[in-house]
């Protein structure tokens, strides 16, 4: 247990759908990542939260649109994906300052 | 070396072995180096994070060294058990203030008993 919590763990969803992922943290901290992995591919920074402020968009498409409502809180809000947005997507937490990251165990994404 | 890159992609070691792994990233506008840990089906943990030149940390059996000049870093793993198995994970962090990582592809070991 690493104090990040997302759920759901599993999701299958059509082109059409929309549906988001949700991310906790418990361990006070002030940074929410965003992680993306695909197959054969290292882990993707996507977004960055620091202190509830989006600080990095590494050139996502808008159909992934983030949430940050306090700190303890992380959404991706997912519309309209493609089947090649199927991976598996982590979140992470740390202070502020790019000291050790804390990770979910991810959620499973399919699209269909 | 624009990206973050690991070698080997995978290592098959027996019970009892040591092993190595490197760790290379971009020298310029280094920030810190982090090593994670990724066993199947968990999240991935964190090992080691390393700023300084010449920086050695160990915990337990494991061990790593960093050289920021030549933009490498190196882990140990003494003594190899079966537990050990996993995907080592090392990321770069370049010249933020947020931690933004750049990871490499990682390195898949496999301890046989």
Known sequence: ETGV???PRHLVMGMTNKKSLKCEQHLGHNAMYWYKQSAKKPLELM??????ERVENNSVPSRFSPECPNSSHLFLHLHTLQPEDSALYLCASSQAGGD???FGAGTRLSVL | ILNVEQSPQ???VQEGDSTNFTCSFPSSNFYALHWYRWETAKSPEALFV???NGDEKKKGRISATL???EGYSYLYIKGSQPEDSATYLCASA?????????FGQGTIL???P
């Open chain 1, 5 to 7: 919590t997302q759920t």
């Open chain 1, 47 to 52: 977004f960055v939260y620091s202190l509830e």
């Open chain 1, 100 to 102: 050790i990251q804390y």
């Open chain 2, 10 to 12: 995978s290592l098959h």
């Open chain 2, 50 to 52: 390393m700023t300084l």
């Open chain 2, 67 to 69: 050289n920021t000049k």
């Open chain 2, 94 to 102: 370049g010249g933020t203030s947020y931690g933004k990582l750049t």
């Open chain 2, 110 to 112: 496999t301890v046989h």
